[in-house]
């Protein structure tokens, strides 16, 4: 089945100790995406790339980078995690359509210790 | 900017009964409206859209939604509860480029 995957599932880190989670689909979307979702709250948008075209949110912070080698994966790094980091991430991915529908991955439940 | 708004933090309600889940919306230009149910620590699932047409959208799992436009209204609906639905749903508006914008979830809780 088409479909996008997460990997890990669950991620503990050490305050300030680099961290990088993964994202790949077989659904050859051309649009991936990055949130933040904390507390059964609204996912908030990281970044998202359009192809190789990469689209910062304005508040997201520095501390934040991602890269897409190709249109398969797509990556997350936190280079220095703080406890308020803390969180689910998820991927999503969608056509390039307007009205097109994301669909997302299980999500990384990231630990800072 | 376009925005969503679910007024109710939480929706209960028996098995059997009908449910519905509340959805506002502002946006400039043609609406595109989403609803999306996410289980306990899994990623949103893509429930319905409504982008033009029938005022009455079909999705998944028996899930329906009636966009209106007067009372800028995209409600989420079932006929019949099932204790399997409940969860966590958020309506979601697209906004300009690629960027979905998200309201901040009702839960639904379905008692047996």
């Known amino acids: 089945d088409a479909m996008v995957i997460q990997n890990p599932r669950y991620q503990v880190t050490q305050f300030g100790k680099p961290v990088t989670l993964s994202c790949s689909q077989t659904?050859?979307?051309?649009?991936m995406y990055w949130y933040q979702q904390k507390s059964s709250q609204a996912p908030k948008l990281l970044f998202h790339?359009?192809?190789?075209?990469?689209?910062n949110e304005a508040d997201t912070p520095d501390n934040f980078q991602s890269r897409r080698p190709n249109t398969s994966f797509c990556f997350l790094d936190i280079r220095s995690p703080g406890l308020g980091d803390a969180a689910m991430y998820l991927c999503?991915?969608?056509?390039?359509?307007?009205?097109?529908?994301?669909?997302f991955g299980p999500g990384t439940r990231l630990t800072v210790l | 900017a376009q925005s969503v708004a679910q007024p109710e933090d939480q929706v209960n309600v028996a098995e059997g009964n009908p449910l519905t889940v509340k959805c506002t919306y502002s946006?400039?230009?043609?609406?595109?409206l989403f609803w999306y149910v996410q289980y306990p620590n899994r990623g949103l699932q893509f429930l319905l859209k409504?982008?033009?047409?029938?005022?009455l959208v079909k999705g998944s799992y028996g899930f329906e939604a009636e966009f209106n436009k007067s009372q800028t209204s995209f409600h989420l609906k079932k006929p019949s509860a099932l204790v399997s639905d409940s969860a966590l749903y958020f309506c979601?508006?697209?906004?300009?480029?690629?960027?979905?914008?998200f309201g901040a979830g009702t839960r639904l809780f379905v008692k047996a």
């Open positions: 659904l050859n979307h051309n649009v």
């Open positions: 979601a508006v697209r906004d300009k480029g690629f960027k979905t914008i």
């Open positions: 409504y982008i033009t047409g029938d005022n």
């Open positions: 999503a991915t969608s056509r390039a359509l307007a009205g097109g529908e994301q669909f």
């Open positions: 946006v400039s230009g043609n609406p595109y």
């Open positions: 790339y359009y192809d190789k075209d990469f689209n």
